[in-house]
């Protein structure tokens, strides 16, 4: 490791601020957004999470949020890098969990090549939080074996996912599909999942806003998936789970309200 890099002692971590939730933080998240003298934030990181900072860290907002004018991943990089070298105590603050789609690897690796170690704080991601508060799980031994994350939006020349391909696992392994930044693309990609072989009438569900006290959520099926989208009003961002675990969320919603039971924490 370069020495240089610690000379004045600064110190990097990247934080998953969780879904939204400030009860959701892990503890030891808290800990770091409470120590940080630089705080680094993305857009879906609520001002909840970001009142936990001490009242003399500078706070420095680096949005990146897809159809939005966006902060260039470069100079989020170098900027990083640079605090860090000037003695700062760096919290890059992102939603959810730095390395699911939050691109913390890209972010890690480039730290890491300037000599500079990144300490990493899980956050949990939309993905769970999401169907959790409608009370159904993204696995069940009756009706998933497992689960995939993946991602909706590719980056520019990537030829994106095989939707049909992942259809054919998917059905076959008896796999839950959670899909994120998946709005823009919800034609295609629900088009797609049905001609790979995965059934119309497959449960489905669409989480905004996943865990915030204005989330809005819609159970249907993957063949209105996307119409059920746009009728309800229904935008970013948003998680898609598809899926046989979705049976049954919306008469346990009914009988089931979530209260409201929040408290101050850390």
Not at 125 to 138: E, F, I, N, V, Y
Request: glycine letters at 10%.
């Amino acid at each position: 490791m370069n020495a240089s890099a610690h000379s004045k002692h600064g110190s990097c971590a990247l934080v998953g601020a969780g879904p939204g939730d400030p009860e959701l933080l892990t503890i030891k998240a808290c800990k770091a957004i409470q120590s940080a003298t630089v705080l680094l934030v993305d857009d879906l990181v609520s001002q909840e999470i970001v009142d936990f900072a001490s009242p003399q860290a500078r706070i420095i907002y680096v949005g990146k949020r897809g159809g939005c004018k966006s902060t260039p991943q470069a100079f989020i990089e170098k900027l990083m890098e640079t605090e860090v070298r000037q003695g700062e105590h760096v919290v890059r603050l992102k939603g959810g969990d730095p390395f699911i789609f939050g691109r913390g690897g890209e972010e890690v690796e480039h730290l890491r090549a300037a000599g500079i170690e990144v300490q990493v704080i899980n956050g949990i991601t939309a993905g769970l939080a999401g169907l959790t508060s409608l009370g159904a799980p993204l696995t069940h031994r009756a009706h998933a074996h497992g689960v995939v994350f993946i991602t909706g939006h590719a980056k520019p020349g990537d030829t994106g996912t095989d939707w049909r391909a992942l259809a054919a696992t998917a059905q076959a392994a008896k796999l839950t599909v959670v899909i994120y930044m998946g709005v823009s693309s919800v034609e295609h990609i629900t088009a797609e999942l049905q001609a790979g072989g995965l059934p119309a009438s497959m449960p489905a569900a669409i989480i905004q806003h996943a865990s915030l006290p204005h989330q809005r959520h819609a159970i249907t099926t993957l063949h209105e998936l996307a119409t059920t989208l746009h009728t309800e009003n229904l935008a970013s961002p948003s998680v898609l789970v598809i899926g046989d675990v979705v049976q049954g969320v919306a008469a346990w919603a009914q009988q089931m309200p979530m209260p409201d039971t929040r408290q101050a924490i850390c």
